[in-house]
């Protein structure tokens, strides 16, 4: 079964610092996609970033980055010059196709701090 | 352009209740899915669904169902509400033919708490 491990429930950075979340998957598929979201309070998942597995370059959208290491089954999300907006959590998602089925796997988030 | 409708933004049910949830995709987006989030935890898919049949149903019981009616809109419904229905519910829309977002765009939820 897919399972996406994000192993840091919670980070403290400094504002204008760069800062880097980390997800690790497992799956057996070839053809799969990874996604980053943020999520304030108000519940909203916002898209950050997407990286699909077939991709041979490292996904970038803005200050957002995603290191994609596909033989040790990683994808973090590095956000360059870190602001206090940042602060909310951060989910690592896999997207799984079947046939036009999918779904999005989650891991269990990192809540993110900037401090001023 | 409207983005993901959910209706209510919050409501408040008493054990054993059945409740219903409401979703409308994106204008052209033929796909919804419905992931439902506990406190403290990553969303959860529960249901799929494409041109009105269901393609994906995730771990949860039979007092969770869904449809998708012929203007791509989406319902929810659960039955028998318990304690730990209590959530965060989220509705995607899926645009295959839309890269915005790589197709996916999340409501911002319904907040569902079961007393």
């Known amino acids: 079964a897919q399972k996406i491990t994000q192993t840091q429930p919670g980070m403290f950075v400094q504002e204008k610092e760069a800062v880097t979340l980390d997800c690790t998957y497992d799956?057996?598929?070839?053809?799969?996609?990874l996604f980053w979201y943020k999520q304030p309070s108000s519940g909203e998942m916002i898209f950050l970033i997407y990286?699909?597995?077939?991709?041979?370059q490292n996904a970038t959208e803005g200050r957002y980055s995603l290191n994609f290491q596909k033989a040790r089954k990683s994808a973090n999300l590095v956000i360059s010059a870190s602001q206090l907006g940042d602060s909310a959590m951060y989910f690592c998602?896999?997207?799984?196709?079947?046939?036009?089925?999918?779904?999005?796997?989650f891991g269990t988030g990192t809540r993110l701090t900037i401090i001023p | 352009d409207a983005g993901v409708t959910q209706s209510p933004t919050h409501l408040i049910k008493t054990r054993g209740q059945h409740v219903t949830l409401r979703c409308s995709p994106i204008?052209?987006?033929?796909?919804v899915s419905w992931y439902q989030q506990v406190l403290g935890q990553g969303p959860q898919f529960i249901f799929q669904?494409?041109?009105?049949?269901?393609?994906g149903r995730g771990n949860f019981p039979d007092r969770f169902s869904a449809r998708q009616f012929p203007n791509y809109s989406s319902e929810l419904n659960v039955n028998a509400l318990l304690l730990g229905d209590s959530a965060l519910y989220l509705c995607?829309?899926?645009?295959?033919?839309?890269?915005?977002?790589?197709?996916?765009?999340f409501g911002s939820g319904t907040r569902l708490t079961v007393v």
């Open positions: 995607a829309s899926i645009g295959y033919q839309d890269g915005t977002n790589y197709g996916y765009t």
């Open positions: 799956t057996s598929d070839q053809s799969y996609g």
């Open positions: 998602a896999m997207r799984e196709f079947n046939f036009g089925n999918e779904k999005l796997t």
């Open positions: 669904y494409y041109e009105k049949e269901e393609r």
């Open positions: 990286q699909g597995s077939y991709d041979e």
């Open positions: 204008s052209g987006h033929k796909s």
